[in-house]
């Protein structure tokens, strides 16, 4: 059986120029499928794969967020501890145009503008994390202490 053909993304790009170690995992994207199809496909754990949610404020400020695939935002306690009126999803017309990426494939690495990056703090608390390479059907497995590093996240607890 022949080797699988990985892309390199800008995402990829970023991970090797940080000198961050990580392994490579494609699976058959489902439009509207999320991260629950991703677990099952690479056959983990849901709770470890995690969302790039890309935001903004009231004020039209991007930011991503990074959420495990089993938990939801709560937007309002978000917004307080930005201290922010609001926050909510961009579309996807204005998430790729912050990002390069289209949504089903946006990664938190390699974006292509410099974004604010918050983290679920319990995110922290596994030795592994399956996160998005940068396109559909294409996430890399990492260590989220070097995502904390990498992208110098703020730390949230909003997961519900």
């Given amino acids: 059986m022949a080797k699988p053909t990985y892309p390199v993304t800008p995402a990829i790009r970023a991970l ?4 961050i170690a990580f ?3 494609l699976y058959e994207y489902e439009a509207q499928g999320g991260t629950a199809v991703s677990a099952r ?4 754990d849901e709770h470890c794969v995690i969302k790039t949610l890309v935001m903004e404020d009231e004020n ?5 967020i990074l959420m495990h695939g089993d938990k939801q935002v709560s937007t309002k306690q978000l ?3 930005l201290k922010v009126k609001a926050v909510h999803p961009c579309t996807p017309e204005i998430a790729n145009k912050h990002t390069g990426y289209l949504v089903g494939g946006t990664s938190p690495f390699g974006t292509k503008h410099p974004l604010t990056v918050y983290m679920e703090k319990t995110i922290l608390a596994l030795p592994t ?3 998005n390479g940068g396109k559909r059907g294409y996430l890399v497995s990492v260590s989220p202490q070097d995502i ?3 992208l110098k996240v703020s ?3 909003v997961g519900i």
């Fill in 16 to 19: 090797r120029q940080a000198q």
């Fill in 23 to 25: 392994d490579s995992h």
């Fill in 41 to 44: 496909e690479l056959q983990v």
């Fill in 60 to 64: 039209k400020h991007p930011f991503i």
């Fill in 79 to 81: 917004a307080r501890d």
């Fill in 129 to 131: 994390i399956y996160i």
């Fill in 148 to 150: 904390l590093e990498l």
């Fill in 155 to 157: 730390l949230v607890e």
